[in-house]
């Protein structure tokens, strides 16, 4: 099985996914860590130093590596979905989970954040906003599957993708017992 996470900046890509890939028995991988990985230097300081355009092709060769993996939970970054080629290697290798919040949910938790190279501007809520209303039609065009993660804690958004799974047929049955107890715990 192979599952990917699209969505917003600041959705729970990463956390969620990580989780996710411990509770299924699956390999976990972050691409923008991949990529800071491959570069030598962070996101931020290779978009200051070369731009969004060569970002976005580093991006697009590395997700269709990635997408590629057997039995792997794939963290895309936010702007994954901006290529074409990008939303169809995803959603024809993966199954694809779209973790929407809104703008003002995210604003809130990303509000300190100084690593978001996209952010890093005079009103971020506003750039949020213009993010969110170009993407959110490219998540769900890309997304097998959609789940809202505006406020719920990790582990109901681990119960809420796995119960997804369970009723496409992808897990089996009971697999959501574990995040229920996670759940529960959190």
Do not use: W
Request: net charge neutral; aromatic share 6%.
């Amino acid at each position: 099985m192979k599952l990917s996470l699209v969505g917003m900046p600041g959705c729970g890509k990463t956390t969620v996914g990580r989780h996710l890939a411990k509770q299924l028995s699956l390999a976990f991988v972050d691409c923008d860590i991949e990529i800071e990985q491959r570069l030598g230097c962070s996101i931020r300081d290779f978009f200051a130093q070369q731009g969004e355009a060569a970002f976005r092709d580093l991006e697009q060769e590395t997700l269709d590596e990635l997408a590629q993996r057997p039995r792997t939970v794939l963290a895309t970054g936010g702007g994954a979905v901006l290529r074409p080629s990008n939303r169809d290697a995803l959603h024809s290798r993966t199954h694809v989970f779209y973790l929407r919040a809104t703008p003002e949910e995210l604003f809130r938790r990303l509000r300190h954040d100084t690593q978001r190279p996209l952010l890093q501007v005079a009103d971020p809520l506003q750039r949020l906003r213009e993010l969110y209303r170009d993407r959110d039609p490219l998540y769900r065009r890309t997304a097998h599957f959609v789940v809202e993660a505006a406020r719920p804690s990790v582990p109901a958004l681990i119960g809420m993708v796995l119960m997804q799974l369970e009723l496409a047929g992808l897990v089996e049955a009971g697999s959501g017992e574990a995040a229920q107890g996670l759940q529960d715990a959190g």
